[in-house]
Protein backbone atom coordinates (compact mmCIF):
# COMPACT_ATOMS: atom_id res chain seq x y z
CA UNK A 1 0.00 0.00 0.00
CA UNK A 2 3.03 2.29 0.87
CA UNK A 3 4.20 2.77 -2.75
CA UNK A 4 0.52 3.09 -4.01
CA UNK A 5 0.00 6.07 -1.53
CA UNK A 6 3.51 7.82 -2.78
CA UNK A 7 2.15 7.46 -6.48
CA UNK A 8 -1.15 8.59 -5.72
CA UNK A 9 1.04 11.77 -3.59
CA UNK A 10 3.27 12.52 -6.88
CA UNK A 11 0.46 12.32 -8.57
CA UNK A 12 -1.70 15.06 -7.09
CA UNK A 13 1.43 16.96 -6.77
CA UNK A 14 2.28 16.55 -10.75
CA UNK A 15 -1.80 17.36 -11.53
CA UNK A 16 -1.39 20.82 -9.28
CA UNK A 17 1.90 21.81 -10.15
CA UNK A 18 0.67 21.57 -14.03
CA UNK A 19 -2.74 23.79 -13.12
CA UNK A 20 0.00 25.96 -11.36
CA UNK A 21 1.74 26.62 -14.39
CA UNK A 22 -1.37 26.33 -16.64
CA UNK A 23 -2.42 29.46 -14.58
CA UNK A 24 0.01 31.57 -14.45
CA UNK A 25 0.17 31.51 -18.64
CA UNK A 26 -3.83 31.80 -18.81
CA UNK A 27 -4.03 34.68 -16.68
CA UNK A 28 -0.96 36.29 -17.84
CA UNK A 29 -2.37 38.12 -21.11
CA UNK A 30 -5.19 40.19 -18.29
CA UNK A 31 -2.00 40.77 -15.92
CA UNK A 32 0.23 42.47 -19.01
CA UNK A 33 -2.54 43.30 -21.58
CA UNK A 34 -2.16 47.23 -21.31
CA UNK A 35 1.84 47.31 -20.94
CA UNK A 36 2.44 44.72 -24.02
CA UNK A 37 -0.22 46.10 -26.57
CA UNK A 38 1.51 50.30 -25.50
CA UNK A 39 5.02 48.42 -26.24
CA UNK A 40 3.60 47.49 -29.42
CA UNK A 41 2.07 50.97 -30.20
CA UNK A 42 -1.37 51.15 -29.17
CA UNK A 43 -2.76 53.99 -27.17
CA UNK A 44 -6.79 55.24 -26.09
CA UNK A 45 -9.32 52.93 -27.06
CA UNK A 46 -7.08 50.57 -28.82
CA UNK A 47 -5.94 49.09 -26.08
CA UNK A 48 -9.45 47.79 -24.41
CA UNK A 49 -10.80 46.65 -28.31
CA UNK A 50 -7.75 44.86 -29.03
CA UNK A 51 -7.64 43.58 -25.32
CA UNK A 52 -11.14 41.88 -26.19
CA UNK A 53 -10.19 40.62 -29.61
CA UNK A 54 -6.95 38.69 -28.05
CA UNK A 55 -8.61 37.80 -25.13
CA UNK A 56 -11.45 35.94 -27.11
CA UNK A 57 -8.92 35.02 -29.42
CA UNK A 58 -6.98 32.46 -26.37
CA UNK A 59 -10.36 31.34 -25.70
CA UNK A 60 -11.42 30.35 -28.99
CA UNK A 61 -8.26 27.94 -28.99
CA UNK A 62 -9.38 26.98 -25.65
CA UNK A 63 -12.54 25.85 -26.98
CA UNK A 64 -10.99 23.97 -29.90
CA UNK A 65 -8.38 22.70 -27.32
CA UNK A 66 -11.05 21.57 -25.03
CA UNK A 67 -12.51 19.47 -27.76
CA UNK A 68 -8.60 18.03 -29.43
CA UNK A 69 -7.63 17.09 -25.85
CA UNK A 70 -11.01 16.17 -24.32
CA UNK A 71 -11.75 13.49 -27.41
CA UNK A 72 -7.57 12.64 -27.45
CA UNK A 73 -7.80 11.77 -23.15
CA UNK A 74 -10.66 8.85 -23.58
CA UNK A 75 -9.01 7.93 -26.71
CA UNK A 76 -4.74 7.61 -25.56
CA UNK A 77 -4.90 8.17 -21.80
CA UNK A 78 -4.96 10.95 -19.53
CA UNK A 79 -1.54 11.01 -19.46
CA UNK A 80 -0.60 11.25 -23.24
CA UNK A 81 -2.85 15.01 -22.26
CA UNK A 82 -0.73 16.29 -19.71
CA UNK A 83 2.44 15.89 -21.95
CA UNK A 84 1.51 16.87 -25.31
CA UNK A 85 -0.62 20.05 -23.52
CA UNK A 86 2.23 21.32 -21.51
CA UNK A 87 4.53 21.06 -24.62
CA UNK A 88 2.28 23.00 -26.74
CA UNK A 89 1.16 26.43 -24.69
CA UNK A 90 5.23 25.73 -22.73
CA UNK A 91 6.66 26.72 -26.60
CA UNK A 92 3.75 28.54 -27.64
CA UNK A 93 4.19 31.26 -24.36
CA UNK A 94 7.93 31.43 -24.96
CA UNK A 95 7.00 32.51 -28.96
CA UNK A 96 4.81 35.10 -27.52
CA UNK A 97 7.76 37.11 -25.72
CA UNK A 98 9.14 37.71 -29.30
CA UNK A 99 5.70 38.92 -31.25
CA UNK A 100 5.86 42.41 -32.87
CA UNK A 101 2.68 42.68 -33.87
CA UNK A 102 -1.28 42.23 -32.80
CA UNK A 103 -1.80 39.68 -35.51
CA UNK A 104 1.19 37.80 -34.29
CA UNK A 105 0.08 37.92 -31.07
CA UNK A 106 -3.46 36.97 -31.67
CA UNK A 107 -2.23 33.54 -33.44
CA UNK A 108 0.20 32.40 -30.53
CA UNK A 109 -2.44 33.38 -28.12
CA UNK A 110 -4.69 31.37 -29.79
CA UNK A 111 -1.92 28.34 -29.82
CA UNK A 112 -1.35 28.72 -26.48
CA UNK A 113 -5.07 28.64 -25.56
CA UNK A 114 -5.63 25.43 -27.59
CA UNK A 115 -2.83 23.89 -25.31
CA UNK A 116 -3.76 25.66 -22.20
CA UNK A 117 -7.44 24.19 -22.78
CA UNK A 118 -5.91 20.18 -21.39
CA UNK A 119 -4.45 20.50 -18.31
CA UNK A 120 -7.02 20.97 -16.13
CA UNK A 121 -9.54 18.05 -17.59
CA UNK A 122 -6.93 16.00 -17.76
CA UNK A 123 -5.78 15.85 -14.34
CA UNK A 124 -8.70 15.97 -12.14
CA UNK A 125 -10.04 12.88 -14.10
CA UNK A 126 -6.38 11.23 -13.30
CA UNK A 127 -6.89 12.24 -9.96
CA UNK A 128 -10.51 11.51 -9.62
CA UNK A 129 -9.95 8.12 -10.97
CA UNK A 130 -6.99 7.15 -9.18
CA UNK A 131 -8.26 8.17 -5.51
CA UNK A 132 -11.00 6.55 -3.42
CA UNK A 133 -14.44 8.10 -3.65
CA UNK A 134 -14.52 9.62 -0.34
CA UNK A 135 -11.25 10.90 -0.84
CA UNK A 136 -10.90 12.42 -4.51
CA UNK A 137 -12.43 15.65 -3.30
CA UNK A 138 -9.97 16.00 -0.98
CA UNK A 139 -7.44 15.59 -4.18
CA UNK A 140 -8.89 17.95 -6.64
CA UNK A 141 -9.07 20.36 -3.76
CA UNK A 142 -5.32 20.63 -3.60
CA UNK A 143 -5.38 20.45 -7.65
CA UNK A 144 -7.42 23.55 -7.37
CA UNK A 145 -5.87 25.52 -4.54
CA UNK A 146 -2.40 24.94 -5.60
CA UNK A 147 -3.21 25.90 -9.31
CA UNK A 148 -4.50 28.64 -8.89
CA UNK A 149 -2.57 30.13 -7.15
CA UNK A 150 -0.81 30.46 -10.25
CA UNK A 151 -2.29 33.70 -10.88
CA UNK A 152 -0.62 34.84 -7.70
CA UNK A 153 2.74 34.28 -9.01
CA UNK A 154 1.89 36.05 -12.67
CA UNK A 155 0.92 39.44 -10.85
CA UNK A 156 3.81 39.52 -8.42
CA UNK A 157 6.51 38.34 -11.93
CA UNK A 158 4.53 40.99 -14.05
CA UNK A 159 5.52 43.69 -10.82
CA UNK A 160 8.99 42.95 -11.59
CA UNK A 161 9.94 42.06 -15.12
CA UNK A 162 9.27 43.15 -18.36
CA UNK A 163 6.02 41.38 -20.19
CA UNK A 164 8.04 39.50 -22.60
CA UNK A 165 10.17 37.91 -19.74
CA UNK A 166 6.97 37.03 -17.88
CA UNK A 167 6.47 35.21 -20.96
CA UNK A 168 9.80 33.31 -21.39
CA UNK A 169 9.38 32.76 -17.33
CA UNK A 170 5.86 31.00 -18.05
CA UNK A 171 7.17 28.42 -21.07
CA UNK A 172 10.09 27.66 -19.07
CA UNK A 173 8.35 26.26 -16.16
CA UNK A 174 5.94 24.07 -18.54
CA UNK A 175 9.09 22.56 -20.02
CA UNK A 176 10.96 21.90 -16.47
CA UNK A 177 7.34 20.73 -15.54
CA UNK A 178 7.45 18.54 -18.20
CA UNK A 179 10.35 16.54 -17.37
CA UNK A 180 8.99 15.89 -14.02
CA UNK A 181 5.75 13.81 -15.67
CA UNK A 182 8.15 11.44 -17.41
CA UNK A 183 7.48 9.07 -14.76
CA UNK A 184 3.35 9.65 -14.49
CA UNK A 185 1.26 6.15 -14.78
CA UNK A 186 -2.32 5.96 -16.79
CA UNK A 187 -5.49 5.67 -15.11
CA UNK A 188 -6.31 1.74 -14.18
CA UNK A 189 -10.02 3.13 -15.27
CA UNK A 190 -8.49 4.06 -18.35
CA UNK A 191 -6.41 1.14 -19.06
CA UNK A 192 -9.69 -1.36 -18.27
CA UNK A 193 -11.62 0.46 -21.11
CA UNK A 194 -8.93 -0.39 -23.23
CA UNK A 195 -9.21 -4.03 -23.32
CA UNK A 196 -13.08 -3.83 -23.64
CA UNK A 197 -14.68 -3.24 -27.18
CA UNK A 198 -15.92 0.13 -25.73
CA UNK A 199 -16.20 3.16 -28.00
CA UNK A 200 -13.98 6.08 -26.03
CA UNK A 201 -13.66 9.79 -26.65
CA UNK A 202 -17.16 9.88 -28.88
CA UNK A 203 -17.80 13.08 -28.48
CA UNK A 204 -21.05 13.67 -30.00
CA UNK A 205 -22.61 10.46 -28.12
CA UNK A 206 -22.29 13.31 -25.39
CA UNK A 207 -25.92 14.18 -27.76
CA UNK A 208 -27.27 11.06 -28.31
CA UNK A 209 -29.86 10.94 -25.89
CA UNK A 210 -31.92 14.25 -24.47
CA UNK A 211 -31.05 13.22 -21.15
CA UNK A 212 -27.47 13.01 -21.42
CA UNK A 213 -27.36 15.97 -23.51
CA UNK A 214 -29.33 17.96 -20.69
CA UNK A 215 -26.40 16.57 -18.18
CA UNK A 216 -23.82 17.56 -19.83
CA UNK A 217 -25.05 21.36 -21.07
CA UNK A 218 -25.84 21.83 -16.81
CA UNK A 219 -22.42 20.52 -16.20
CA UNK A 220 -20.56 23.42 -18.32
CA UNK A 221 -23.66 26.12 -17.49
CA UNK A 222 -22.85 25.87 -13.50
CA UNK A 223 -19.23 28.02 -13.82
CA UNK A 224 -20.48 30.54 -16.09
CA UNK A 225 -20.07 33.56 -13.12
CA UNK A 226 -16.63 32.51 -12.34
CA UNK A 227 -15.43 33.58 -15.83
CA UNK A 228 -17.76 36.58 -16.14
CA UNK A 229 -16.08 37.69 -12.59
CA UNK A 230 -12.77 37.03 -14.27
CA UNK A 231 -12.56 38.01 -17.92
CA UNK A 232 -15.08 41.30 -17.35
CA UNK A 233 -14.89 42.31 -13.90
CA UNK A 234 -11.25 42.09 -13.09
CA UNK A 235 -9.62 41.52 -16.55
CA UNK A 236 -11.39 45.47 -17.28
CA UNK A 237 -11.43 46.20 -13.62
CA UNK A 238 -9.35 50.14 -14.82
CA UNK A 239 -11.69 50.92 -17.10
CA UNK A 240 -14.91 49.45 -14.77
CA UNK A 241 -13.01 50.98 -11.74
CA UNK A 242 -13.12 54.60 -13.26
CA UNK A 243 -16.82 54.55 -14.25
CA UNK A 244 -17.37 53.28 -10.69
CA UNK A 245 -15.23 56.66 -9.61
CA UNK A 246 -12.22 54.71 -7.49
CA UNK A 247 -9.87 57.06 -6.91
CA UNK A 248 -6.44 56.35 -8.27
CA UNK A 249 -5.14 54.35 -11.16
CA UNK A 250 -6.74 50.28 -10.61
CA UNK A 251 -3.22 48.08 -12.29
CA UNK A 252 -5.35 45.17 -13.84
CA UNK A 253 -2.09 43.03 -12.70
CA UNK A 254 -3.10 43.88 -8.93
CA UNK A 255 -6.97 43.68 -9.50
CA UNK A 256 -6.14 39.98 -11.37
CA UNK A 257 -3.51 39.01 -8.62
CA UNK A 258 -6.16 39.73 -5.87
CA UNK A 259 -8.75 38.04 -7.18
CA UNK A 260 -6.98 34.87 -7.75
CA UNK A 261 -6.14 34.92 -4.01
CA UNK A 262 -9.25 34.91 -2.83
CA UNK A 263 -9.72 31.88 -6.04
CA UNK A 264 -7.34 30.21 -3.62
CA UNK A 265 -9.27 30.82 -0.46
CA UNK A 266 -12.79 30.22 -2.12
CA UNK A 267 -11.81 26.71 -3.55
CA UNK A 268 -10.55 25.24 -0.43
CA UNK A 269 -13.40 26.20 1.51
CA UNK A 270 -15.59 24.69 -0.93
CA UNK A 271 -13.07 21.41 -1.05
CA UNK A 272 -13.80 21.43 2.79
CA UNK A 273 -17.19 22.16 2.66
CA UNK A 274 -17.98 19.70 0.04
CA UNK A 275 -16.03 17.07 2.24
CA UNK A 276 -17.24 18.09 5.49
CA UNK A 277 -21.00 17.78 3.79
CA UNK A 278 -20.45 15.21 1.53
CA UNK A 279 -22.30 17.12 -0.97
CA UNK A 280 -21.13 18.80 -4.14
CA UNK A 281 -24.28 20.60 -5.41
CA UNK A 282 -25.27 22.07 -1.55
CA UNK A 283 -22.15 24.20 -2.00
CA UNK A 284 -22.51 25.42 -5.18
CA UNK A 285 -25.39 26.81 -4.54
CA UNK A 286 -24.14 28.56 -1.64
CA UNK A 287 -21.10 29.72 -3.73
CA UNK A 288 -23.63 31.12 -6.05
CA UNK A 289 -25.26 32.81 -3.83
CA UNK A 290 -22.23 34.48 -2.38
CA UNK A 291 -21.25 35.46 -5.69
CA UNK A 292 -24.62 37.74 -6.13
CA UNK A 293 -23.18 39.34 -3.01
CA UNK A 294 -19.64 39.93 -3.97
CA UNK A 295 -20.95 41.16 -7.66
CA UNK A 296 -23.65 43.43 -5.54
CA UNK A 297 -20.79 44.66 -3.66
CA UNK A 298 -18.44 45.16 -6.65
CA UNK A 299 -20.82 47.95 -7.88
CA UNK A 300 -22.42 49.60 -4.81
CA UNK A 301 -19.66 49.95 -3.12
CA UNK A 302 -18.44 53.37 -2.08
CA UNK A 303 -14.80 53.36 -2.70
CA UNK A 304 -12.58 55.94 -0.52
CA UNK A 305 -9.16 54.21 -2.47
CA UNK A 306 -7.75 52.00 -4.94
CA UNK A 307 -6.64 49.42 -2.18
CA UNK A 308 -10.84 48.76 -1.05
CA UNK A 309 -11.52 48.01 -4.88
CA UNK A 310 -8.77 45.56 -4.71
CA UNK A 311 -10.35 43.86 -1.71
CA UNK A 312 -13.42 44.11 -3.69
CA UNK A 313 -11.78 41.88 -6.51
CA UNK A 314 -10.30 39.82 -3.12
CA UNK A 315 -14.29 39.14 -2.14
CA UNK A 316 -15.33 38.03 -5.74
CA UNK A 317 -12.51 35.51 -6.32
CA UNK A 318 -13.81 34.16 -2.77
CA UNK A 319 -17.19 34.04 -3.94
CA UNK A 320 -16.41 32.12 -7.13
CA UNK A 321 -13.84 30.17 -5.61
CA UNK A 322 -15.60 26.83 -6.89
CA UNK A 323 -13.83 25.70 -9.91
CA UNK A 324 -12.05 23.09 -9.17
CA UNK A 325 -15.89 21.88 -7.45
CA UNK A 326 -17.22 22.55 -10.90
CA UNK A 327 -14.98 20.31 -12.80
CA UNK A 328 -14.57 17.87 -10.07
CA UNK A 329 -18.38 17.32 -10.62
CA UNK A 330 -18.22 17.20 -14.75
CA UNK A 331 -15.88 14.21 -13.99
CA UNK A 332 -18.41 12.54 -12.06
CA UNK A 333 -21.43 13.23 -13.93
CA UNK A 334 -19.66 10.99 -16.63
CA UNK A 335 -18.66 7.12 -17.54
CA UNK A 336 -14.88 6.02 -18.19
CA UNK A 337 -15.56 6.12 -21.70
CA UNK A 338 -16.42 10.44 -22.11
CA UNK A 339 -15.36 11.70 -18.33
CA UNK A 340 -11.94 12.70 -19.93
CA UNK A 341 -14.23 14.49 -22.76
CA UNK A 342 -16.39 16.03 -20.43
CA UNK A 343 -13.91 17.22 -17.75
CA UNK A 344 -12.20 19.02 -20.44
CA UNK A 345 -14.62 20.33 -22.37
CA UNK A 346 -16.60 21.26 -19.85
CA UNK A 347 -14.23 24.15 -18.41
CA UNK A 348 -13.28 25.80 -21.71
CA UNK A 349 -16.95 25.79 -23.43
CA UNK A 350 -17.10 27.99 -20.23
CA UNK A 351 -13.87 29.84 -21.06
CA UNK A 352 -15.28 30.14 -24.43
CA UNK A 353 -18.26 31.40 -23.35
CA UNK A 354 -16.62 34.93 -22.51
CA UNK A 355 -16.47 35.29 -25.99
CA UNK A 356 -20.42 35.85 -26.18
CA UNK A 357 -20.47 37.39 -22.36
CA UNK A 358 -17.91 40.19 -24.22
CA UNK A 359 -19.20 41.03 -27.17
CA UNK A 360 -23.19 41.68 -25.34
CA UNK A 361 -21.04 43.56 -23.05
CA UNK A 362 -19.57 45.78 -25.55
CA UNK A 363 -22.96 45.52 -26.96
CA UNK A 364 -24.61 46.51 -24.63
CA UNK A 365 -22.15 49.44 -23.39
CA UNK A 366 -23.09 51.35 -26.13
CA UNK A 367 -26.39 51.87 -24.53
CA UNK A 368 -25.96 52.02 -21.05
CA UNK A 369 -22.74 52.58 -20.04
CA UNK A 370 -20.11 49.83 -18.87
CA UNK A 371 -21.49 49.34 -15.61
CA UNK A 372 -25.17 49.17 -16.06
CA UNK A 373 -23.88 46.73 -18.90
CA UNK A 374 -21.56 44.57 -16.51
CA UNK A 375 -24.33 44.10 -14.17
CA UNK A 376 -26.95 43.06 -16.95
CA UNK A 377 -24.44 40.34 -18.35
CA UNK A 378 -23.67 39.62 -14.57
CA UNK A 379 -27.51 38.77 -13.78
CA UNK A 380 -27.69 36.47 -16.57
CA UNK A 381 -24.74 34.77 -16.28
CA UNK A 382 -25.54 33.82 -12.23
CA UNK A 383 -29.19 33.58 -13.16
CA UNK A 384 -28.31 30.31 -16.18
CA UNK A 385 -26.01 28.84 -13.39
CA UNK A 386 -28.87 28.76 -10.73
CA UNK A 387 -31.20 27.17 -13.28
CA UNK A 388 -28.69 25.06 -14.67
CA UNK A 389 -27.41 23.58 -11.34
CA UNK A 390 -31.36 22.43 -9.75
CA UNK A 391 -31.56 19.45 -11.59
CA UNK A 392 -27.83 17.66 -11.33
CA UNK A 393 -27.60 14.76 -9.19
CA UNK A 394 -25.32 15.31 -6.44
CA UNK A 395 -22.00 12.93 -7.30
CA UNK A 396 -20.12 12.52 -3.62
CA UNK A 397 -20.64 9.46 -3.11
CA UNK A 398 -20.25 8.12 -6.65
CA UNK A 399 -18.44 4.97 -8.07
CA UNK A 400 -16.61 5.92 -10.97
CA UNK A 401 -15.57 2.92 -12.42
CA UNK A 402 -18.21 2.37 -15.16
CA UNK A 403 -18.62 3.06 -18.90
CA UNK A 404 -21.51 5.53 -20.14
CA UNK A 405 -24.24 4.28 -22.18
CA UNK A 406 -24.52 0.45 -20.24
Not at 282 to 305: E, R
Not at 322 to 350: K, S
Request: hydrophobic share 50%.
Amino acid sequence: MKPLNRYVNALVVIAALGYFVDIYDLILFSIVRVPSLKSLGLTGSELFDSGIFLLNTQMAGMLVGGLLWGILGDKRGRVSVLFGSILMYSLANIANGFVQSVEMYALLRFVAGVGLAGELGAGITLVAETLPKETRGWGTMIIGGVGISGAILAGVIAEHFDWRTCYFIGGGLGLLLLLLRAGAYESGMFKATTEKSVARGQFFQLFASKERFLRYLCCILIGMPTWYVIGILVTFSPELGAALGVPGTIVAGRSVMMAYAGLVVGDIISGLLSQYLRSRKTVIGAFLGATVVGVAGYFLFPYHSVAQFYWACFGLGISVGYWALFVTVAAEQFGTNLRATVATTAPNFIRASLIPLIILFGYLKIWMGPIHSAMVVGAISIGIAAVALAPMKDTFDTDLDYIEGE
